[in-house]
């Protein structure tokens, strides 16, 4: 069984920014890829952010050129380090791994990011 844990979350004004980690834990695993979500009030869960194993990245237009993820693969922590944050950012954000041998996927709880203007 993989755990993960996110953490970072918080109230922001628009214009700042965050940092956002998740961290998996658990034994006989290897992390293969991992997303970032979030699920705005009344919306659907939006996929924001990818990044394989190998490093490279994937982003949602709406969050292009302010958010960055990135990985550390020894401590198997991911993060999104979300800046110039606006009100439509406001959401709950869910880290999600494909971990192996056998291609599980895992969530975490998630974590709230509340921008206020």
């Known amino acids: 069984q993989v755990q993960l844990v996110e953490s970072g979350g918080g109230l922001v004004q628009a214009g700042g920014s965050l940092r956002l980690s998740c961290a998996a834990s658990g034994s006989g695993f290897s992390v293969k890829t991992m997303r970032w979500y979030r699920q705005a009030p009344g919306n659907p869960l939006e996929l924001v952010a990818v990044v394989i194993s190998g490093g490279s990245t994937n982003y949602a237009d709406s969050v292009k050129g302010r958010f960055t993820i990135s990985r550390d693969n020894a401590e198997n922590t991911v993060y999104l380090q979300m800046n110039s944050l606006n009100p439509e950012d406001t959401a709950v954000y869910y880290c999600?791994?494909?971990?192996?041998?056998?291609?599980?996927?895992?969530w975490g709880k998630g974590t709230l990011v509340n921008v206020s203007s």
């Open positions: 999600n791994a494909v971990v192996g041998p056998f291609f599980m996927n895992y």
